[in-house]
């Protein structure tokens, strides 16, 4: 990659705010007095363009065909619930040049229902790109299907933008049987991925005598591309009396490419393998796993930790088939974050920004984006804004490659329910490097 020799010049621009979205449809639980109370019969009324606002309260699952706005009034408050069988949330192709964004609901399961989908949020085909932001599936330890799957499936996805999201089981059996495939944290297939500032877990294998199944990736790509910061990543273990267990790799990569930032969160643990009965192979996961036509970059603060097998036994930290491309980089990738959920309108809101001790960042936020492009010469997507630019003052980061600022949040009322993007911009005396987009959601009430 070339190193400009000085800051490249940006442009600032400041344009009025956006005005409201051409209509919110607003859904309620039964007795609240919204006009819906079913969130897909709001989503078959709206328009393209318009804004599905959710009150507190649990709702069906839905699916949405259309580009438009889908929001809660945050994940510990706002939930999405299907019955056995049924995806919480489709998101189908919305033409070339739609957005669908997502923010603020949990997904998961009727009360009752054990028996895990294949995913719980599942996007394919879109043509345009996904936003999504404060969302959260806490599910059972050992989450499993048929044909297995993943809480996050994204498909044939031109960009898909996630922050905030937090995806993790808990202690509990689940609604599987030996003979069904654990889910992984994220799988995506034919995409480009950006994810910051969340939390991927798989769910975990558990095989009687006659079961032979891998664990599952905390993330999988196949044909994909991930930009991935302060996340930890973790594989699903794998425990049991079958004659072969495995734990899964944190991240798998199978003719895919990925980029991981540091930050304050930055682990990829593989699971580890544990058999009860006269098991053949027991193999622990290594922290990340590559196929030979795959391509992996990190930053130096990225930690790989293998699982544990037998007796203490431990994988490797990486797996690497000769051919793939590695590409450990000397210092740390540049990222960012900003306390969920966000100050109200008209308030500042802390950011903190971290990469490279003694390098400098710039950062923006943007009201509504273009489509993340590369720039010749530097590392990272780098979303252009076409509505709105704030440009904040530069930040030296310390010693401990640490810096924060304050983020002030435009006091226009037509923001609520809305997201922005904030994205930083570092240069360390030789490259710029960008971190990866964020996003942050208002609350609603």
Not at 2 to 11: E, K, Q, T, V
Not at 372 to 379: E, K, S, T, V, Y
């Given at each position: 990659m070339?190193?400009?020799?000085?800051?490249?010049?940006?442009?600032w621009l400041a344009h009025p705010l956006a005005a409201a979205s051409a209509g919110d449809l607003w859904v309620g639980p039964p007795g609240s007095g919204q006009p819906y109370s079913s969130v897909q019969a709001a989503i078959d009324a709206a328009q393209p363009g318009d804004r599905v606002l959710l009150l507190p309260g649990s709702y069906g699952p839905a699916r949405i065909d259309k580009p438009l706005q889908l929001t809660g009034a945050g994940s510990g408050s706002t939930r999405l619930l299907a019955p056995a069988g049924v995806v919480p949330l489709e998101v189908a192709g919305a033409g070339s040049g739609g957005r669908v964004r997502l923010g603020g609901f949990e997904l998961g399961l009727e009360p009752g229902v054990d028996a895990a989908p294949q995913a719980f949020l599942w996007v394919h085909g879109l043509a345009g790109r996904l936003e999504a932001?404060?969302?959260k599936i806490a599910r059972l330890e050992h989450d499993a299907h048929p044909a297995g799957g993943a809480y996050l499936w994204i498909q044939d996805c031109a960009q898909a933008q996630f922050s905030a999201v937090r995806v993790y089981t808990e202690a509990g059996l689940g609604g599987s049987d030996a003979h069904d495939a654990p889910l992984a944290g994220l799988l995506a297939q034919g995409s480009r991925v950006w994810f910051s500032d969340g939390r991927l877990e798989a769910s975990d294998l558990c095989l009687d005598l006659t079961g032979d199944k891998p664990g599952a990736a905390g993330i999988r790509l196949?044909?994909?591309?991930l930009h991935l910061a302060l996340c930890n990543t973790a594989g699903g273990s794998a425990q049991g009396s079958s004659r072969s267990l495995a734990g899964g790799p944190a991240l798998v990569l199978e003719g895919s490419r990925a980029v991981l930032y540091g930050g304050k969160s930055n682990q990829m643990r593989g699971g580890n393998a544990a058999a009860s009965g006269p098991g053949g192979a027991v193999l622990a996961a290594p922290g990340a796993a590559l196929s030979a036509d795959s391509a992996l970059v990190h930053g130096a603060d990225v930690v790989f930790i293998p699982g544990a097998g037998p007796s203490g036994s431990a994988a490797q930290p990486l797996w690497i088939e000769p051919g793939a491309l590695y590409d450990p980089r000397p210092d740390r990738l540049p990222s960012m974050w900003i306390p969920t959920p966000i100050g109200p309108l008209g308030q500042s809101s802390p950011v903190f920004l971290e990469g490279d001790p003694g390098a400098v960042?710039?950062?923006w936020l943007v009201l509504e984006t273009a489509p993340?492009?590369?720039?010749?010469?530097?590392?990272g997507p780098f979303l252009l804004d076409t509505s709105l630019v704030v440009h904040h003052p530069p930040v030296w980061l310390n010693v401990d490659g640490q810096g924060s600022d304050l983020a002030f949040v435009p006091g226009n009322p037509n923001l609520q329910g809305r997201m922005l993007a904030y994205q930083s911009i570092e240069f360390d005396g030789q490259n710029l490097q960008l971190a990866p987009p964020w996003f942050v959601s208002f609350e609603l009430l």
């Open positions: 070339p190193a400009p020799r000085s800051i490249l010049p940006l442009l932001v404060d969302l196949e044909n994909s591309e960042q710039f950062w993340a492009i590369d720039l010749p010469g530097i590392f």
